[in-house]
Nanobody
Framework: VQLQASGGGLVQPGGALRLSCSASGFSLRDYAIAWFRQAPGKEREWVSTSRHGGQGTYYTDSVKGRFTLSRDNAKNTAYLQMSSLKPEDTATYYC??????????????????WGQGTQVTVSS
């Protein structure tokens, strides 16, 4: 049972990247999937959650309109499409699974399985 995050890299400001989170050993459709990020010297920050069962997708204010979290249940993979990237988006990005209640989407403690992280660097 694991999550594997990938797709990070170096991109110029204004550019785009798509991160992938591949699940194995369980069905992603049965869980909420979230992305968090952590920049050097900063606390981990919640980015987005797609709740299971079609209960909606939610974003932190700083990425609304720029990031899109989607799922491909057939591939058991979730994606974070990031566009209009800014230097402040630079961080290690982690995917996680859980079954959080609506009021706890941004609480990392409610997610029970984490991927290993993928580095995103936005710089000219």
């Amino acid at each position: 049972v694991q999550l594997q995050a990938s797709g990070g890299g170096l991109v110029q400001p204004g550019g785009a990247l798509r991160l992938s989170c591949s699940a194995s050993g369980f069905s992603l459709r049965d869980y909420a999937i979230a992305w968090f990020r952590q920049a050097p010297g900063k606390e981990r920050e919640w980015v987005s959650t797609s709740r299971h069962g079609g209960q909606g997708t939610y974003y932190t204010d700083s990425v609304k309109g720029r990031f899109t979290l989607s799922r491909d249940n057939a591939k058991n993979t979730a994606y974070l499409q990031m566009s209009s990237l800014k230097p402040e988006d630079t961080a290690t990005y982690y995917c996680a699974r859980g079954r959080p209640i609506l009021s706890a989407l941004s609480n990392g403690g409610t997610y029970t399985l984490w991927g290993q992280g993928t580095q995103v660097t936005v710089s000219s």
